[in-house]
């Protein structure tokens, strides 16, 4: 990565930022600091890793993101907008009655949504089986990205789903766990200890790097490690 690359992602995930904080402003509600541990990790893939087309969100053979934990949606809605999805002149009316921008993300309202979710655990099984749909379809070149919470990990549906996963061998889906150590009741270590994930993750068939997500160069080293792995999630 060049410098000037490593310049435009940073100044790219400022805005995502800033868009994250006038949207939770302006409806006096949400979930911002999921939204902004992610904040570089959406910046990358919708700029970088993940092959979309902003005029088309519905395109067939584009790569498919989950967001598993779906109450960060002003993260993914402010990717979205400053992707050119969306106005990034509707951020702020997030969670208005009248408006699109609803607190979890809908995919039948909201251009570049592509699977509707919230309850915590069942993203990733969705995005499982798209993943399973992509390789039944011979689709070799669709990618699917999930990425969870560490707090969403506690649920069992997310584990069934990493089986699923390894069983099917879908070397077309990366699963991207945010490890802020924060859950609503508090501390992921004291509300229920997953640690460690990484060694958890590889016991289930994955194949696994841990990284500082908010270094970018560290998020491209572990996405180009992720398109030389055949065989494996």
Known sequence: MTKEERLKLQIAACKVRMGVIESTHGAKA?????????????TYLYNKEMRVDPTNPKWEDRDRFVLS????????YSALAYRGFFPVEDLPTLRHIDSYLQGHPNMNTVPGVDMSTGSLGQGISCAAGMAKAAKYLHKDDVRVYA??????????????????????????LCVIIDLN?????????????????DAKMRDFGFRTVTIDGHDFAQIEDAFQYFHTQTGAP
């Open 30 to 42: 949400g979930h911002p600091g999921g939204s902004l541990s992610a904040a570089d990790m959406f």
């Open 69 to 76: 934990k779906g109450h960060t949606a002003p993260g993914l």
């Open 147 to 172: 990425l969870l919470g560490d707090g969403e990990i506690e649920e069992g549906e997310v584990w069934e789903a990493f089986l699923f996963a390894a069983k099917y061998k879908l070397d077309n």
């Open 181 to 197: 150590g924060l859950q609503i009741d508090g501390p992921t270590s004291e509300v229920m200890p997953t640690d460690p994930v």
